[in-house]
């Protein structure tokens, strides 16, 4: 089989299926017709607007025309809102930073003050306050 006859195939059998589904459809609404066609106006009004806005909804300005006022709101309201996003998110990453330089020097401050203790430990020689520090040169 080539391309084709499948094709042709596949076609023929989504079409024999359509028509079976739209006849199996139409015989379970059985004697409500009427009532049936009410409703398919109904969401037909629903679904569908009106000819006075259809015929404007496709209309596109020109690229070099100028937009509406409603347009350019709408732009502005979006770009403040990406403004103020963006100024939050960097806020929050300058906090986690400035939180984690703080504990780092923290850290650090803590190492330096255990070593400077351990040395004096160990150079400590009876005397308080030590004699090395309180030596005076003539």
């Given amino acids: 089989?080539?391309?084709?006859?499948?094709?042709?195939?596949?076609?023929?059998?989504?079409f024999v299926l359509l028509v079976v589904l739209e006849k199996s459809n139409?015989?379970?609404?059985g004697t409500r017709k009427a009532a049936g066609e009410e409703d398919k106006e109904s969401v037909k009004k629903k679904i569908f607007i009106q000819e006075s806005d259809a015929s404007n909804f496709f209309k596109k300005r020109g690229k070099r025309a100028t937009k509406s006022r409603d347009e350019l709101n709408a732009e502005t309201g979006q770009m403040l809102i990406a403004d103020e996003q963006r100024r939050e998110y960097f806020e929050e990453q300058r906090n986690k930073f400035e939180n984690f330089v703080k504990e780092e020097h923290k850290e650090q401050q803590e190492r330096s003050r255990e070593q400077i203790e351990q040395w004096r430990q160990y150079h400590y020689d009876g005397l308080y306050p030590s004699y090395m520090y309180n030596r005076h040169h003539i």
Wanted: charged share 10%.
């Fill in 1 to 14: 089989m080539n391309w084709k006859e499948i094709l042709f195939l596949s076609c023929l059998a989504t």
């Fill in 26 to 29: 139409s015989a379970a609404v």
